[in-house]
T-cell receptor
Framework: EAGVAQSPRYKIIEKRQSVAFWCNPI?????LYWYQQILGQGPKLLIQ????????DSQLPKDRFSAERLKGVDSTLKIQPAKLEDSAVYLC??????????FGPGTRLTVL | GEDVEQSLFLSVREGDSSVINCTYT??????LYWYKQEPGAGLQLLTY?????DMKQDQRLTVLLNKKDKHLSLRIADTQTGDSAIYFC??????????FGKGTKLSVIP
């Protein structure tokens, strides 16, 4: 069974630029999560989708971050404009059985 | 609010047992988890325990849960160099949303 796929794996941008990350969950997984992991910290939940609907986006900085999952499968997370403090690894996870989340390899973002 | 605390570092000799400890604050957590993260990789679900259990064993891994003290531990028997990684404790904050600790970096000395 293929795991959660994410791209790109690495991205370097300058502050005030925009960036987008893509996630393809495990086939059949209805729930999809985006986490932000700052260096030396544990992952922090940004947004949770159930199929193509948002379950919780209370931790998403909506002035600059947006996420969508239009067809209930793939998802994109966008940052516009980026700030220095957005440098982190962005992890996507999916689950079928809700207490088992499977994580992708992450996208490491560096904002200069 | 929810908060998960872990010690940051642990060093053990190959073949010894490792015990990684965690405290959490949300007494209503349904599940508690241990994840492993190797350098440059995502998080791998190692094991989880349902809140009405005291202990769960899975091959070399033993999870102990003390609900009264809100204390969770992960014991790795016969620790190998391949076990070197960062181990994250996490609690279910509701709606299966996970709150993670900062992680414990386990170093295994050959």
């Amino acid at each position: 069974e293929a795991g959660v796929a994410q791209s790109p794996r690495y991205k370097i941008i300058e502050k005030r630029q925009s960036v987008a990350f893509w996630c393809n969950p495990i086939s059949g997984h209805a729930t999809l999560y985006w986490y932000q992991q700052i260096l030396g910290q544990g992952p922090k939940l940004l947004i949770q989708f159930q199929n193509n609907g948002v379950v919780d986006d209370s931790q998403l900085p909506k002035d600059r971050f947006s996420a969508e999952r239009l067809k209930g499968v793939d998802s994109t997370l966008k940052i516009q404009p980026a700030k220095l403090e957005d440098s982190a690894v962005y992890l996507c996870a999916s689950s079928a059985v809700q207490h088992e989340q499977f994580f992708g390899p992450g996208t490491r973002l560096t904002v200069l | 609010g929810e908060d998960v605390e872990q010690s940051l570092f642990l060093s053990v000799r190959e073949g010894d047992s490792s015990v990684i400890n965690c405290t959490y604050t949300d007494s209503s957590s349904t599940y508690l988890y241990w994840y492993k993260q190797e350098p440059g990789a995502g998080l791998q679900l190692l094991t989880y325990i349902f809140s009405n259990m005291d202990m769960k064993q899975d091959q070399r891994l033993t999870v102990l849960l003390n609900k009264k003290d809100k204390h969770l531990s992960l014991r790795i028997a016969d620790t190998q160099t391949g076990d070197s990684a960062i181990y994250f404790c996490a609690e279910d904050a509701g709606s299966y949303q996970l709150t993670f600790g900062k992680g414990t970096k386990l170093s295994v000395i050959p």
